[in-house]
């Protein structure tokens, strides 16, 4: 199995992103793709969240990462068919591949909901320090399963920060305030933003009473290790399930 084979499988072809969007991802480190999930895909696949969020109660999260003021489910590749389209969508797989070169595979598939009066993130790339224009390491994907707004704490990107070879510690004297380029990403639900992980980002703050939800498809260059090793985490029986080309990206051939 080659990368080109597995993104063929899935129907990602050279012109399923544009060449304006791929410009767009190349000048900002991010990409809003609408309309990816269509409305009973993001009903189905919140409602399935809500009820894992219930099941693992104080557990929740912990394959990955648990955050103060948040809902966090992690490992979903293993918890339920419904989640795959987040490691096979074209369009993502498209973008993804864009980004890193073709050389991915997921790091991690998790949730986060931003509970009422919550969810503020200090600015931050998902990568310890700073990389070249061109020698990227990470790349993720936000799914909107609510509208993002600006007062449900919709995250928020410096466009592009993904080339100036510096984290925002390293820049900011505050990360947690704000930046004068920075800007909202405001969506419909259903839609997917690709943002390139070294690209300044962070969530803001929910001032409504209900949560914000989303999910965040992760993928890395294959020498890095995963954020949730798939091959200690997935079972057999969901392992089974996947073809050959989905366990290709999750690394667990």
């Not at 939800?213 to 992760?218: D, E």
Request: charged share 20%.
């Amino acid at each position: 199995m080659d990368m080109q084979t597995a993104l063929a499988h899935f129907g990602v072809q050279a012109d399923t992103l544009s060449a304006e969007e791929k410009a767009f991802l190349d000048q900002n480190g991010y990409l809003p793709l609408y309309n990816v999930l269509l409305p009973q895909q993001v009903q189905a696949i919140a409602t399935r969240l809500e009820e894992l969020a219930a099941e693992e109660g104080d557990k929740a999260g912990l394959e990955a990462h648990q955050e103060a003021g948040t809902t966090r489910l992690a490992n979903l590749i293993n918890k339920d068919p419904l989640f795959e389209v987040c490691i096979s969508h074209p369009r993502l797989l498209a973008g993804i591949a864009h980004v890193l070169k073709n050389d991915f595979k997921l790091s991690s598939l998790n949730a986060r909901f931003a509970l009422p009066g919550e969810g503020l993130q200090h600015l931050h790339a998902d990568w310890g320090g700073g990389v070249l224009p061109g020698e990227y390491e990470v790349c993720n994907s936000i799914w909107l399963l609510d509208d993002f707004t600006e007062a449900n704490g919709a995250t928020r990107v410096v466009p592009g920060s993904h080339n100036w070879n510096k984290t925002p510690k390293q820049a900011m004297a505050d990360p947690k305030g704000s930046h004068p380029d920075e800007k909202l990403l405001q969506a419909p639900a259903g839609t997917v933003v690709i943002f390139n992980s070294h690209t300044w980002h962070g969530g803001t703050l929910n001032r409504t009473d209900k949560p914000r939800r989303a999910m965040h498809s992760y993928f890395t260059r294959r020498h890095n290790n995963q954020q949730t090793d798939q091959r200690t985490n997935l079972s057999p029986e969901t392992v089974a399930r996947l073809s050959e080309e989905a366990r290709f990206i999750l690394d667990v051939l």
